[in-house]
């Protein structure tokens, strides 16, 4: 985030409706509920508490405090072990933990190709979200979370897999 330009906010991203700016926005609000949903808040609780633009003036810090405050509910000694209520119902944090891992690499590598930075994601990483989007992607499919998988060659890297199986063009 602290690579993206003042001019490349507004600029599109492989999330087809998703500016710079909005996709960072998605990933500020996916922070903010963390803690909420750890703590054994249900989404009607939080309600609409994070809707609207997250990042303010200052989308780098936003991105900072927001983050700071997911990691240290993923790190409390509960976090693990207490069922979290998501949209889609209860599950558990492992599972929730999971998802964020995968929204997280995915989105990376979207806001990398957006701004032009970089956008190798550590090979184990990519591996095992690889795999785990593979054992769920049934759940994905018509969810509009991602879009439909694109081919790829033979030969083509975990990475690639991943972000081709999630609707991206490597």
């Known amino acids: 985030m602290r690579q993206v330009r003042p001019d490349q906010w507004g600029s599109s991203t492989p999330c087809k409706e998703w500016s710079v700016h909005d996709l960072v ?3 500020v609000y996916e922070q903010l509920w963390a803690p909420e949903l750890l703590a054994g808040c249900t989404v009607e609780q939080v309600g609409d508490r994070f ?3 997250q ?6 810090r936003s991105w900072v405090l927001a983050a700071a405050a997911a990691r240290e509910a993923w790190i409390s000694p509960k976090a693990l072990i ?3 209520h998501l949209s889609g119902g209860r599950s558990t944090s492992v599972e929730y933990g999971w998802q964020m891992t995968l929204d997280l690499g995915v989105h990376a590598w979207d806001l990398a190709r957006a701004i032009g930075a970089d956008e190798r994601l550590d090979p184990d990483l990519a591996r095992t979200l690889l795999e785990y ?6 759940e994905f499919a018509g969810s509009g979370i991602f879009g439909p998988s694109v081919p790829v060659p033979d030969d083509a890297s975990d990475q690639d897999r991943l972000v081709a199986l ?5």
Request: hydrophobic residues 30%.
């Open 25 to 27: 926005n998605h990933l």
């Open 51 to 53: 809707d609207g633009d």
């Open 55 to 60: 990042l303010g003036d200052d989308p780098v």
């Open 82 to 84: 207490r069922p979290v």
């Open 133 to 138: 989007a593979r054992e769920h992607l049934a």
């Open 166 to 170: 999630l609707g991206r063009t490597p």
